[in-house]
């Protein structure tokens, strides 16, 4: 394990805050600046070093109150590190494994904060490629709550110089799925190469569907393959879920989960708009909303972006050569498996980034 108190020369370890499939987390102190900050370290090398790189790219050039600060990066003693904000609250992941669904009012705020960041990273050529609740930082700010976007590992450039040489790097095969799949666009689901900004906002109607139903759309399916096969090929209706939603609500859902691209909204700004159109333009959440509901979470606990991880294995039919055992991070999941004929053949077991992986 990887265990100087310094690292880089400057940042001073103070405990661990959490370890997953790819690192661990620190509390750690800026000696320059005092300033306390999360402290992630890999300790493994080759493609996840490749992403926390990403992740630097593209998180430390965007400047938002609602994506989390990236403040350095770099490598120590053939280590990579990545240091971010500390933050204070919990990730959505969290909140609904406590509470299962929240307030329509506060989902629909929640959402528009989600689609400011969104804009911005858009805006900047950069698309998401895995919103989902763990990767939503409900964050306490004095008396305001502010969700931040975490995770940009498996970024992607929207244009060719987004992320510089390493967004040309590509970190998996051409046939690899990406992203965590229930939160997954059916183009992006379909491993196509010519996702765009349609696909973070599929993958935010998820999360806004799962924060009013308390369930994503297809999490009844038991396998990797028929969660694909539903994504891909089956309309959702919230109103089959929800019926005391509101129409105008539900057809902001409906719309973001369209099968077709096309008839989805084309940028997270033409969504926050019909956002506001139900809330106004207030999005701004107290601290004491939250609280209410699950004290223990936006308290006094202070946390940065943890990424947890679990090992599960994936079998296949006959007839598919490609199969491996795979170790999992909560905040994204890179399956690699053969694929005939534009139909996912390995079946994973295990459970999938649901609302149980929290506790």
Known sequence: MFSPSIIA????????LGRGAMGTV?????????????LKVLERR??????????????????????TQVLDAGIDEGRAFLVLELLRGADLASVLARVGSIDLNLALRIA?????????????????????????????????LVLKILDFGLAKGLTPDALGEVGRRSLTSDRALVGTPLYMSPEQARSAKTIDARSDLWSLGVVLHEMLTGRTPHEEEQSLGEIILAICGRRVKLAHRAADVPSEVAAIVDRALDLDPSHRFQDAGEMLAAIRAVIGDASSIAASELERAVPRLT?????PPIYDGETISADAPAGVSRVRTLTLAASHVVVEAAVRDDYLLAVVHGRMSTREDAH
């Open 46 to 67: 080759g493609r996840e070093s490749e992403r926390l790189l990403r992740e630097a790219r593209a998180a430390g050039q965007l400047e938002s109150r609602h994506i």
């Open 299 to 303: 308290g006094t606990t202070e946390r």
């Open 112 to 144: 528009a904060q989600v689609c400011t960041g969104l804009r911005h990273a858009h805006a900047a050529g950069i698309l998401h490629r895995d919103i989902k609740p763990a990767n939503l930082f409900v964050a306490r700010e004095d008396d305001r």
């Open 26 to 38: 620190h509390d750690a102190v800026n000696l320059v600046t005092g300033r306390r900050v999360a």
């Open 9 to 16: 020369g400057r940042y001073e370890i103070r405990g661990a």
